[in-house]
């Protein structure tokens, strides 16, 4: 048997995905999904059921079959489904939330809600250019209003620079999140945030230090959904 999948895109994370409308309809036969994040989730069958909050590595295969990895301390498994798993996937509009639902007729279930995603393989993505932007949000909210456009920036790369090693910057959750962009790119989609206002320079600081505004604080809250991003 082949894996059903069905895409979800929702505006009120309040509405439940069976009444909400089906953006991408049933596809068979997709080629394998690849989700890591931050998370909380809950996986149960007939004789156990189980919660976690870990960052992990979802993996779906074309068969159903899906495995999930705990890759605090090391890589090791979770939970897993053996196949023909029917998968439900719902996205929040102007957010880097995802919920992940796999059922099977024999009653397993897996229920993931992500946070914070770093990396999104095989799942259509109408957003995909608003979520390096989500995720500067995200990570000048995290920062408090302490530090500058670079250093925001390089948080969001990686970088495994001294300074931030050692304020510990590499702690937070949007570390490395756009590990896989370039530095050009991400210091692009500041100056744009900034340019929108999501974002604003500390007007009474002798620093140019960057903090998030009401704007961008309805976009992180969900109230507003983020302008698409020339």
């Known amino acids: ?35 890591v994040g931050e998370c909380e989730g809950v996986y149960s069958n007939s004789a156990v059921s189980k919660e976690f909050e870990a960052k992990v590595l979802v993996s779906v295969r074309d068969d159903g079959t899906v495995i999930v990895h705990n890759l605090k301390n090391g890589v090791r498994p979770l939970c897993y489904i ?15 939330k995802l919920s992940f639902l796999a059922t099977t007729e024999e009653g397993e279930r897996l229920e993931l809600n992500f946070k914070v ?7 259509p993505n109408e957003n995909e250019g608003n979520s390096l932007a989500l995720n500067v949000l ?15 920036a390089r948080v969001l790369t990686g970088s495994v620079s001294k300074k931030i090693l050692t304020i510990k910057l590499d702690r937070l959750k949007t570390y490395g999140t756009a590990k896989d962009v370039s530095m050009k790119k991400v210091l692009a989609t500041i100056d744009w945030l900034i340019g929108e206002n999501y974002i604003a320079y500390e007007k009474d600081s002798e620093f140019p230090i960057l903090k998030i ?18």
């Open 82 to 96: 053996n196949d023909d798993a029917e998968i439900s996937i719902t996205r929040e509009e102007g957010t880097v």
């Open 213 to 230: 505004t009401d704007k961008g604080i309805d976009i992180l809250n969900g109230r507003k959904e983020l302008e698409a991003k020339q």
């Open 1 to 35: 048997m082949r894996m059903r999948i069905s895409l979800y895109q929702r505006a009120d994370a309040g509405i439940p995905p069976e009444v909400l409308p089906e953006i991408q309809g049933e596809r068979e036969s997709m080629t394998n999904i690849i989700i």
């Open 117 to 123: 995603i770093t990396t999104l393989q095989g799942i």
């Open 138 to 152: 995200q990570c000048v909210s995290d920062m408090a209003g302490k530090y500058g456009r670079s250093t925001i």
